[in-house]
Nanobody
C-alpha cells in the first residue's frame, strides 16, 4: 500500500492550488482520508478530513478557503486550496486511516492503521 501525493508548488498570495493523492496497491476499501501539513519548526497539523461516507471536517484556519473531496472508485483524495496565504506554506501530507487490501496470497486484510504519503511542498510567497 502506497500513498502518492502531487500538486504542490509555488503560488502567490491569493492564488489557488489543487492537491491530489492516490492510494495504490491491492486495496478494496479505504476508510478515512485526510490532509495534514507541517510548516518549518512546527508540528504536523490536520487540515481536513473526509470519511468514506462523506463526512467532512476542516481546521478553523482553512474553513471557507479549502475544500476536501474524494473519489472512492479511484481511491483518491483531493484538496482544493483557494485564497492561499503565506501561512499556508508547508509540506502537505495525505493520510489514510483504515483500509482493506489483499495480500500477495489473495488474503483479505482489514486494518485500522495510518498510512502516509511522502508529502508535497506548498509555498505561498510573492
Amino acid at each position: 500500500v502506497q500513498l502518492q501525493a502531487c500538486g504542490g508548488g509555488l503560488v502567490q498570495p491569493g492564488g489557488s492550488l489543487r492537491l491530489s493523492c492516490v492510494a495504490s496497491g491491492r486495496i478494496f476499501n479505504v476508510d478515512d482520508m485526510a490532509w495534514y501539513r507541517q510548516a518549518p519548526g512546527k508540528q504536523r497539523e490536520v487540515v481536513a478530513t473526509v470519511t468514506r461516507g462523506g463526512l467532512i471536517t476542516y481546521a478553523d484556519n482553512v474553513k471557507g478557503r479549502f475544500t476536501i473531496s474524494r473519489d472512492n472508485s479511484k481511491k483518491m483524495v483531493y484538496l482544493q486550496m483557494n485564497s492561499l496565504k503565506p501561512e499556508d506554506t508547508a509540506v502537505y501530507y495525505c493520510n489514510v486511516k483504515g483500509l482493506g487490501y489483499y495480500t500477495e496470497h489473495d488474503v483479505p486484510v482489514v486494518t485500522g492503521e495510518n498510512y502516509w504519503g511522502k508529502g508535497t511542498q506548498v509555498t505561498v510567497s510573492s
